[in-house]
């Protein structure tokens, strides 16, 4: 095991080698920006440049001139990448769901849905080492699913159909379902039961990927802790795919200047226990991927109070480390 003076000169990839990969989400656009501090992470997230608005932006026109700025830079610097996303209920573009000009049958929307999961996936088929495949698709309410656009064109097996394109178009990349608030509450239970309904019918559903979207006072670290117990004794797999840890509550409407001395230190808190949860189930867990690099740049900053500064990530507003990031480099000294 690496010594303690040792670590605070290696990245922070390095010190999780071995255990799982260590990611971020980035804009293409953004790479110079984060130069410093990139050599940090071993997996990138294209934050947007392979959403279907971008991606996919006419019936007959694919642009893939930002994603693959992203994928040939991961190349260029050994780094894996990780697909986001195929089909989601946000950013399409208009030519999908709002050309009223087009009625496109349920048969039609199939056929859109193959053609977009199978061009994207084939291009990218010796780039991208897993897929969200679908994202956000369970319901917040009593009913499974999500009711979305995606839905009521096909119904509720586009979630099937959209995983079975996947892995037609490329049988060795991990494809994910990638949602939030899935470690806790009833939409636990729900996530469990839906992915075990899915393999036992055959569907090529690799496991979960959770978004780890946290506050400094919530979730509780035990619920987490216990979800992934839960998923241990099942055939999934699980990547933590959009992880930062904002300083406020989500219903707390307050803006600050900066964030107190206190909230940092229990920002560093939850962080640390947090890679304890994910050291005791590493057997599980493939990447975790942070979403955003540094402080200076989030999207915290305007959701869920538009326009407001927050502090989510490892490096703060100067590219500097903070004291959870010291926290997590410990945990594997």
């Given at each position: 095991?690496?010594?303690?003076?040792?670590?605070?000169?290696?990245?922070?990839?390095?010190?999780?080698?071995?255990?799982?990969?260590?990611?971020?989400?980035?804009?293409?656009?953004?790479?110079?920006?984060?130069?410093?501090?990139?050599?940090?992470?071993?997996?990138?997230?294209?934050?947007?440049?392979?959403?279907?608005?971008?991606?996919?932006?006419?019936?007959?026109?694919?642009?893939?001139?930002?994603?693959?700025?992203?994928?040939?830079?991961?190349?260029?610097?050994?780094?894996?990448?990780?697909?986001?996303?195929?089909?989601?209920?946000?950013?399409?573009?208009?030519?999908?769901?709002?050309?009223?000009?087009?009625?496109?049958?349920?048969?039609?929307?199939?056929?859109?849905?193959e053609n977009h999961i199978g061009t994207i996936m084939d291009r990218y088929r010796d780039s991208v080492f897993s897929w969200d495949v679908v994202n956000e698709i369970l319901s917040d309410g009593?009913?499974?699913?999500?009711?979305?656009?995606?839905?009521?064109?096909?119904?509720?097996?586009?979630?099937?159909?959209?995983?079975?394109?996947?892995?037609?178009?490329?049988?060795?990349?991990?494809?994910?379902?990638?949602?939030?608030?899935?470690?806790?509450?009833?939409?636990?239970?729900?996530?469990?039961?839906?992915?075990?309904?899915?393999?036992?019918?055959?569907?090529?559903?690799?496991?979960?990927?959770?978004?780890?979207?946290?506050?400094?006072?919530?979730?509780?670290?035990?619920?987490?802790?216990?979800?992934?117990?839960?998923?241990?004794?099942?055939?999934?797999?699980?990547?933590?795919?959009?992880?930062?840890?904002?300083?406020?509550?989500?219903?707390?409407?307050?803006?600050?200047?900066?964030?107190?001395?206190?909230?940092?230190?229990?920002?560093?808190?939850?962080?640390?226990?947090?890679?304890?949860?994910?050291?005791?189930?590493?057997?599980?867990?493939?990447?975790?991927?942070?979403?955003?690099?540094?402080?200076?740049?989030?999207?915290?900053?305007?959701?869920?109070?538009?326009?407001?500064?927050?502090?989510?990530?490892?490096?703060?507003?100067?590219?500097?480390?903070?004291?959870?990031?010291?926290?997590?480099?410990?945990?594997?000294?």
């Open positions: 095991m690496k010594n303690a003076v040792k670590s605070k000169e290696e990245k922070l990839w390095k010190l999780y080698d071995g255990l799982f990969k260590i990611g971020a989400a980035v804009d293409e656009d953004k790479l110079p920006q984060y130069d410093d501090l990139l050599d940090n992470f071993n997996s990138l997230s294209p934050e947007n440049q392979m959403k279907p608005c971008i991606i996919h932006p006419e019936k007959d026109v694919f642009d893939f001139a930002a994603a693959d700025s992203l994928v040939n830079y991961a190349k260029e610097h050994s780094k894996a990448v990780r697909g986001h996303t195929l089909i989601w209920h946000n950013q399409n573009p208009d030519w999908i769901f709002n050309d009223k000009e087009a009625a496109y049958t349920s048969s039609d929307y199939v056929k859109i849905m009593n009913e499974l699913l999500r009711d979305t656009n995606w839905k009521n064109a096909i119904g509720d097996t586009y979630v099937e159909k959209a995983l079975c394109f996947a892995r037609e178009a490329n049988p060795k990349a991990e494809l994910f379902i990638n949602d939030y608030n899935i470690e806790y509450g009833e939409k636990s239970d729900k996530a469990i039961e839906y992915i075990t309904s899915l393999k036992k019918k055959g569907v090529p559903v690799d496991g979960f990927g959770i978004q780890g979207h946290y506050r400094i006072y919530f979730p509780p670290l035990e619920e987490i802790r216990n979800f992934f117990r839960k998923l241990s004794k099942l055939d999934v797999k699980v990547q933590i795919t959009e992880l930062d840890v904002s300083m406020y509550r989500y219903e707390d409407n307050t803006r600050l200047e900066e964030p107190s001395i206190i909230m940092i230190d229990k920002q560093r808190y939850y962080y640390e226990e947090l890679f304890k949860i994910y050291k005791e189930y590493r057997d599980i867990i493939g990447s975790v991927t942070f979403w955003g690099i540094a402080d200076d740049y989030t999207w915290l900053d305007d959701f869920p109070v538009e326009n407001r500064k927050d502090w989510p990530l490892l490096f703060d507003v100067n590219h500097k480390r903070k004291p959870a990031f010291d926290s997590i480099c410990k945990l594997v000294c």
